[in-house]
């Protein structure tokens, strides 16, 4: 019941808590910028690597060294997999070598041929995963699909560092905000302790007369009450 208590305990949930929201909310931005940053560099790069498939008709001979290098350097640099799908769905290249010549079927693929780029963040897996349509040198026409998988491990990695700062921070925050709130808490109710201190003096004798407290609004009309219930006795 005790009002210094109570304004203590406020004043640390409302310290305190904004920090759990305001951190998951940076972490939160970070992740999809992040995520947004990789998708894009990737994509742009596999565009350009697009038209030089087409330029060296790669769908129908992989036989061009350059172009295999470069599908290789995409998948080692961003630690992914990265596979070419021509019309009849057939994988012509997979830069992992393990699904080469068998068939792909799936939704993302399917919309990739409709000419649309199909991007896809999996959090729990820790992949992200894009299909490009592979136009033709008109640009009117699909001739095969792109797929790139790549890991999004070197940002959970940062994430988990963030994370780490972040906890530490808030920590600090909470003890200045228990600190804060132990002594403004003090501060808001010792108008009042002068007034019960006054009140109980008078009550046993050790005083004549009622000391008034004008702090607040409160203790002012508690201490009017308490002078006009002296001058009437």
Not at 117 to 135: A, C, F, H, W
Not at 179 to 186: H, K, L, Q, R, T
Request: glycine share 4%.
């Amino acid at each position: 019941k005790s009002l210094k208590f109570r304004i203590f305990l406020l004043l640390i949930v409302f310290g305190i808590a904004p920090g759990f929201s305001l951190r998951a909310g940076i972490l939160s931005a970070y992740e999809s910028r992040a995520v947004e940053t990789r998708t894009v560099d990737i994509t742009s790069q596999a565009k350009l690597l697009a038209t030089q498939i087409v330029a060296n008709n790669y769908l129908e001979n992989t036989s061009s060294q350059n172009i295999t290098t470069q599908l290789e350097q995409l998948s080692t640099i961003y630690d992914g997999r990265v596979m070419l799908i021509d019309q009849a769905f057939h994988i012509v290249k997979d830069t992992y070598a393990l699904d080469e010549q068998k068939t792909i079927l799936s939704e993302e693929v399917m919309q990739a041929y409709q000419g649309e780029t199909v991007q896809k963040y999996d959090s729990d897996n820790r992949y992200i995963e894009m299909t490009l349509p592979i136009n033709d040198e008109s640009g009117k026409n699909v001739i095969g699909v792109m797929l790139v998988s790549v890991s999004t491990d070197s940002i959970v990695a940062t994430l988990q560092i963030l994370k780490q700062y972040a906890l530490m921070l808030q920590f600090l925050a909470g003890v200045a905000v228990v600190i804060v709130a132990f002594a403004v808490s003090g501060v808001l109710v010792k108008p009042f302790k002068r007034l019960t201190k006054s009140i109980t003096d008078v009550q046993d004798g050790y005083e004549a007369d009622f000391i008034s407290v004008h702090s607040y609004s409160e203790t002012d009309t508690i201490s009017n009450a308490c002078d006009e219930m002296l001058r009437r006795l």
